[in-house]
Nanobody, 120 residues
Framework: VQLQASGGGSVQAGGSLRLSCTAS????????IGWFRQAPGKEREGIAC????????SYADSVKGRFTISRDNAENAGYLYMNNLKPEDTAVYFC??????????????WGQGTLVTVSS
């Protein structure tokens, strides 16, 4: 049973990346999906959420209008499309079965991080 984030890499400012969050051993469609990031020396920041019920989404102000969260229940996966990337988006990105602002529980799944580096 695991959740795995992938798709990070190095990109120049203004570029785009797609991160994937793939579940194995459990049905991700039962869960909300949250994306978080942590930059060096900074606290973890919740940036996006998509619900399991109606697929409604929410975003942190720092990424609103540039990032899009989605899910594909058939693929048992979630995605984070990141456009117009900025150097300040450089961070390790995590996905989880908990959304920003929701108190985590021991029953939540967290993926290992994937590094995104944006150069100016």
């Amino acid at each position: 049973v695991q959740l795995q984030a992938s798709g990070g890499g190095s990109v120049q400012a203004g570029g785009s990346l797609r991160l994937s969050c793939t579940a194995s051993g459990f049905a991700l469609h039962h869960y909300q999906i949250g994306w978080f990031r942590q930059a060096p020396g900074k606290e973890r920041e919740g940036i996006a959420c998509i619900t399991s019920t109606d697929g409604s989404t929410s975003y942190a102000d720092s990424v609103k209008g540039r990032f899009t969260i989605s899910r594909d229940n058939a693929e048992n996966a979630g995605y984070l499309y990141m456009n117009n990337l900025k150097p300040e988006d450089t961070a390790v990105y995590f996905c989880a079965t908990v959304c920003p602002g929701v108190v985590p529980t021991p029953y939540d799944y967290w993926g290992q991080g994937t590094l995104v580096t944006v150069s100016s």
